[in-house]
């Protein structure tokens, strides 16, 4: 399957669910612009979607210069959780890279859009979290969810930190 423009509907056929359609929100296919996608039977797994994502390969660049001249260096299999699909969780698997350029001499993998460096859950699913903690204890969006009550507790903690961490009427009177 690929996503592209203003596709928000996929399709899931298993023999365990049956065939199932899901719509999903605009803005949670936004990182997958340049993404190859395929979803498989096998795929499915203990209740969880298991989706199998890897770059358009005419879209890799250098993650530093963004030249398109390099040589590929081998790929690395990681795995992200990302915005449940109902009662469903959804784990991506996404084939990952590795490039070394000829223009700037960098050997490195490819940036990832959709989450940061050594997370292993999605911008998007860390927004949801964020959502439901205004509502929920701490401990009960992490039984919701299947997550560690740490997860939950690191990314409160670090938006706190960098959206409350020094007053603003503080940080002018220091610039002054």
Known sequence: ?????GHDNFSIESPIFGKESYHVHQSTLSCFRSCRVSVFENQIRNGKVIIS???????????DCE??????H????????????????ILLQVQIQRIQCLECC??????????????????AFERYILGLVKMMTIQDVAHHLGISWNTVKDIQKRYLQQNFSKPKWLVSLSNH
């Open 1 to 5: 399957m690929e996503i592209n423009g």
């Open 53 to 63: 994502i890897q770059k358009n390969p005419s879209k890799l660049c250098c993650p």
């Open 67 to 72: 030249s398109s001249r390099f040589i590929r």
């Open 74 to 89: 081998g790929v690395i299999t990681r795995t992200f959780k990302t915005l449940p699909i109902g009662k469903k969780p």
């Open 106 to 123: 960098c050997l490195k993998q490819e940036k990832l859009y959709f989450a940061d460096p050594k997370k292993t859950y999605t911008h």
